[in-house]
């Protein structure tokens, strides 16, 4: 009688959606899923790499100094590791694209797409 339960709940939860999740300045987070990066076309050749197969977390930094215009973002990326379930703990990669560019979210629960600039993105972390 047991087996029936244990096979119910491994249905529910491998059928279930899984989020990713942006975490934007002000600790506010959205769940969605990433459609893509929109922007020059060298910032999204830089950034071509970043695919939720090959990829599972972005941390966002601001290169620019001394508040000088047409800021650089630099983007740290972790390339998802299949062994742990997760990120590799050891290698981040980086790109420096403009502040310009943008993430491409539809929220949880939404049929609209919202873009949200990578200036106002602190990290983002995608499912696999």
Same mark, same amino acid.
């Given at each position: 009688?047991?087996?029936p339960i244990h096979q119910k709940?491994?249905?529910?939860? #491998? #059928?279930?959606? #899984? ?13 969605? *899923? ?35 215009a047409h800021s650089k973002l ?10 742990? *379930? ?8 980086? @790109? #420096?694209?403009?502040?310009?560019? *943008?993430?491409?979210?539809?929220p949880q629960n939404s049929t ?9 993105? @602190? ?6």
């Amino acid at each position: 009688m047991q087996e029936p339960i244990h096979q119910k709940l491994n249905f529910i939860l #491998t #059928t279930a959606p #899984t989020w990713d999740k942006l975490e934007l300045k002000g600790n506010k987070y959205l769940l969605g *899923e990433f459609l893509e990066f929109k922007g020059k076309h060298d910032d999204t050749q830089s950034l071509r790499n970043i695919r939720r197969s090959k990829v599972s977390r972005l941390i966002i930094q601001k290169t620019s100094m001394f508040g000088l215009a047409h800021s650089k973002l630099q983007v740290l990326y972790s390339p998802r590791d299949y062994r742990n *379930e997760g990120a590799s703990a050891s290698e981040w990669k980086e @790109v #420096t694209v403009r502040s310009s560019t *943008e993430v491409l979210l539809q929220p949880q629960n939404s049929t609209k797409i919202r873009k949200f600039k990578l200036s106002s993105i @602190v990290s983002m972390s995608l499912s696999a």
